[in-house]
C-alpha cells in the first residue's frame, strides 16, 4: 500500500467530519477503546498535555510543542484538521509523520479498520499515539477535535488540561448556551489533574470552578496581560508583568491572549507538574512556533503589494477578531475572499464583517462547502457586495487582477478555503 492509496482507502472507507460534517461524528470513547486496546494502548508510553477550546487551540498547542522542543522534550504534536497535507496533524519535533509509516499503519490494521469501522478522526488519533509511542517521546500535546467529555482524545489522562476559551461553535453537538458548550469542554478536566483556562466569564467559570472542585483539580486563570509594542522583522514585540521584550511568531490582536493562556500553561507545567522549561526556551518557543512546528494560517501574510493575508478564523468570535484586526490595516482598497461551511449558521459571521470591501465569494472543493452562489444570496442581505466564485483560485485570480498595489486582500471564513489557497 502506498502513501496515497492509503489516505484513499481512509477517506473512502470511513467517514470524515470535514467533509461531511454531522454523519461523521461519533461521540464517545467505545471505539477509541478498541483500537487502542489493539495497538497496545500506545497512549499511555508518554506524557500528555490536553487542549481544548473554542478558538486558539491550534495556536495554543503548537506554541506549546515548540516551548517543550526548545526546552529539551522530544514532543509529539496532534492537531486537526490539516490545511494542506495530512500529515501535519502528527508531528514529532515539528515534523510530520513519514509517508511510508502511514501507509504502513493503514495496511497492517485494515482488518481492524473495517471491523470497528471508527471514523476518520478516530483512527487518525490512534494513528498519532502509535507513532508517537514508537519514536519514544518524551510527551505530546494532544488537541481536542470537538468538544471535550465525549471526544477520542479524552481516552488520555493528561499532566496538565488547557481551555483556551469558550464560544458558539458547534452547538448542535455541544450546547446552545456557553454554560453547556463549556460543560462539554470541562470534560477534558480529569481527576487530580492541574487544568488552566485562558478566558472565562462568569457564566463558563462557574461551570470550570465546579467541576475542579469535583475532580480535586487545581485551577489556574491566564492572568497577565500582553501588551502590544512594534513590529519587529514581521513579528509583534510585546510586554507583559512578567516579561519584557516577548516576541511572538505568530500575529494577530488574538495572538496576545493565546499567549497569556501559554505563559500560564508553562508556569503550571514548571511549578506543578515537574517540568523543566526554562525562561529561554519559553520566549525562543514563542518567536520561533513557526519554524518549529510548522504551523500556518493564523494571520499569515503571504506577500506585498498589495498585502495578503490569510487567517483560519471561522465562527463568530474568530470572525470577529478578524474583522477588528482588518480595521487596523492601512490600505486603498479592501478585497476579501470569503468562503464557508453549510452547517454553519453564518448570519451573525455576516453581520460582522466590513461593509466598505468588495467581496469574492467561493467554496473549497469539499462537499459541506456552502455553494459561493448561496453564500452571495446570504451575504447580500446583510449589505455586503461582490460576485461569485466556483473556486478559491478562480477568486484569488480575480482578486489578484483587480487589486492595486497599495490595496489589501484577505482570505479566510474557513479553513479549507485557507487550506486551498495555501495549497496553490
Given at each position: 500500500?502506498?502513501?496515497?492509496?492509503?489516505?484513499?482507502?481512509?477517506?473512502?472507507?470511513?467517514?470524515?467530519?470535514?467533509?461531511?460534517?454531522?454523519?461523521?461524528?461519533?461521540?464517545?470513547?467505545?471505539?477509541?477503546?478498541?483500537?487502542?486496546?489493539?495497538?497496545?494502548n500506545?497512549?499511555?508510553?508518554?506524557?500528555?498535555i490536553?487542549?481544548?477550546?473554542?478558538?486558539?487551540?491550534?495556536?495554543?498547542?503548537?506554541?506549546?510543542?515548540?516551548?517543550?522542543?526548545?526546552?529539551?522534550?522530544?514532543?509529539?504534536?496532534?492537531?486537526?484538521?490539516?490545511?494542506?497535507?495530512?500529515?501535519?496533524?502528527?508531528?514529532?519535533?515539528?515534523?510530520?509523520?513519514?509517508?511510508?509509516?502511514?501507509?504502513?499503519?493503514?495496511?497492517?490494521?485494515?482488518?481492524?479498520?473495517?471491523?470497528?469501522?471508527?471514523?476518520?478522526?478516530?483512527?487518525?488519533?490512534?494513528?498519532?499515539?502509535?507513532?508517537?509511542?514508537?519514536?519514544?517521546?518524551?510527551v505530546?500535546?494532544?488537541?481536542?477535535?470537538?468538544?471535550?467529555?465525549?471526544?477520542?482524545?479524552?481516552?488520555?489522562?493528561?499532566?496538565?488540561?488547557?481551555?483556551?476559551?469558550?464560544?458558539?461553535?458547534?452547538?448542535?453537538?455541544?450546547?446552545?448556551?456557553?454554560?453547556?458548550?463549556?460543560?462539554?469542554?470541562?470534560?477534558?478536566?480529569?481527576?487530580?489533574?492541574?487544568?488552566?483556562?485562558?478566558?472565562?466569564?462568569?457564566?463558563?467559570?462557574?461551570?470550570?470552578?465546579?467541576?475542579?472542585?469535583?475532580?480535586?483539580?487545581?485551577?489556574?486563570?491566564?492572568?497577565?496581560?500582553?501588551?502590544?509594542?512594534k513590529?519587529?522583522?514581521?513579528?509583534?514585540?510585546c510586554?507583559?508583568?512578567?516579561?519584557?521584550n516577548?516576541?511572538?511568531?505568530?500575529?494577530?490582536?488574538?495572538?496576545?491572549?493565546?499567549?497569556?493562556?501559554?505563559?500560564?500553561?508553562?508556569?503550571?507545567?514548571?511549578?506543578?507538574?515537574?517540568?523543566?522549561?526554562?525562561?529561554?526556551?519559553?520566549?525562543?518557543?514563542?518567536?520561533?512556533?513557526?519554524?518549529?512546528?510548522?504551523?500556518?494560517?493564523?494571520?499569515?501574510?503571504?506577500?506585498?503589494?498589495?498585502?495578503?493575508?490569510?487567517?483560519?478564523?471561522?465562527?463568530?468570535?474568530?470572525?470577529?477578531f478578524?474583522?477588528?484586526?482588518?480595521?487596523?490595516?492601512?490600505?486603498?482598497?479592501l478585497?476579501?475572499?470569503?468562503?464557508?461551511?453549510?452547517?454553519?449558521?453564518?448570519?451573525?459571521?455576516?453581520?460582522?464583517?466590513?461593509?466598505?470591501?468588495?467581496?469574492?465569494?467561493?467554496?473549497?472543493?469539499?462537499?459541506?462547502?456552502?455553494?459561493?452562489?448561496?453564500?452571495?444570496?446570504?451575504?447580500?442581505?446583510?449589505?455586503?457586495?461582490?460576485?461569485?466564485?466556483?473556486?478559491v483560485?478562480?477568486?484569488?485570480?480575480?482578486?489578484?487582477?483587480?487589486?492595486?498595489?497599495?490595496?489589501?486582500?484577505?482570505?479566510?471564513?474557513?479553513?479549507?478555503?485557507?487550506?486551498?489557497?495555501?495549497?496553490?
Amino acid at each position: 500500500m502506498t502513501y496515497k492509496s492509503a489516505l484513499n482507502y481512509l477517506y473512502a472507507q470511513l467517514p470524515a467530519f470535514h467533509n461531511i460534517g454531522a454523519g461523521a461524528y461519533k461521540p464517545g470513547l467505545e471505539n477509541t477503546v478498541k483500537i487502542l486496546n489493539s495497538l497496545n494502548n500506545p497512549q499511555n508510553a508518554f506524557k500528555t498535555i490536553h487542549v481544548a477550546g473554542t478558538n486558539g487551540k491550534g495556536s495554543v498547542s503548537h506554541a506549546l510543542s515548540a516551548i517543550l522542543q526548545m526546552a529539551g522534550y522530544r514532543t509529539g504534536l496532534y492537531t486537526s484538521p490539516h490545511l494542506v497535507e495530512f500529515g501535519e496533524r502528527i508531528r514529532v519535533d515539528g515534523k510530520i509523520i513519514k509517508k511510508q509509516y502511514v501507509a504502513d499503519f493503514v495496511e497492517q490494521n485494515q482488518s481492524v479498520i473495517e471491523q470497528i469501522q471508527p471514523s476518520f478522526f478516530e483512527i487518525t488519533m490512534a494513528m498519532a499515539f502509535r507513532y508517537f509511542a514508537d519514536n519514544k517521546v518524551d510527551v505530546a500535546v494532544i488537541e481536542t477535535g470537538l468538544g471535550g467529555r465525549l471526544d477520542s482524545t479524552n481516552i488520555i489522562n493528561p499532566e496538565l488540561s488547557v481551555i483556551t476559551n469558550i464560544s458558539y461553535d458547534h452547538t448542535q453537538f455541544l450546547g446552545d448556551t456557553l454554560e453547556k458548550i463549556a460543560f462539554e469542554k470541562a470534560g477534558i478536566i480529569k481527576k487530580n489533574v492541574p487544568v488552566v483556562i485562558g478566558e472565562w466569564q462568569k457564566e463558563t467559570f462557574e461551570v470550570f470552578e465546579q467541576k475542579a472542585q469535583e475532580s480535586g483539580s487545581p485551577l489556574f486563570l491566564a492572568d497577565d496581560e500582553l501588551q502590544f509594542v512594534k513590529y519587529v522583522d514581521g513579528k509583534m514585540l510585546c510586554n507583559s508583568k512578567k516579561y519584557d521584550n516577548i516576541l511572538l511568531g505568530l500575529t494577530g490582536n488574538y495572538q496576545l491572549l493565546n499567549t497569556a493562556t501559554v505563559l500560564k500553561a508553562v508556569e503550571v507545567l514548571n511549578s506543578r507538574v515537574g517540568f523543566k522549561i526554562p525562561e529561554k526556551a519559553l520566549l525562543a518557543g514563542i518567536e520561533n512556533v513557526v519554524e518549529l512546528t510548522g504551523l500556518r494560517g493564523r494571520w499569515e501574510k503571504i506577500s506585498e503589494n498589495p498585502a495578503v493575508v490569510v487567517d483560519t478564523g471561522h465562527n463568530a468570535a474568530g470572525i470577529a477578531f478578524v474583522a477588528n484586526q482588518l480595521k487596523q490595516q492601512k490600505y486603498k482598497c479592501l478585497h476579501i475572499i470569503f468562503g464557508v461551511v453549510n452547517d454553519k449558521d453564518i448570519t451573525h459571521i455576516l453581520e460582522l464583517l466590513p461593509k466598505d470591501a468588495e467581496y469574492y465569494f467561493t467554496q473549497a472543493n469539499i462537499s459541506r462547502a456552502l455553494p459561493a452562489t448561496e453564500l452571495k444570496r446570504q451575504a447580500a442581505a446583510k449589505g455586503l457586495t461582490g460576485n461569485s466564485y466556483n473556486s478559491v483560485s478562480e477568486a484569488f485570480a480575480a482578486a489578484e487582477n483587480k487589486a492595486g498595489e497599495e490595496d489589501f486582500i484577505f482570505v479566510g471564513g474557513s479553513n479549507f478555503v485557507v487550506g486551498e489557497f495555501l495549497a496553490f
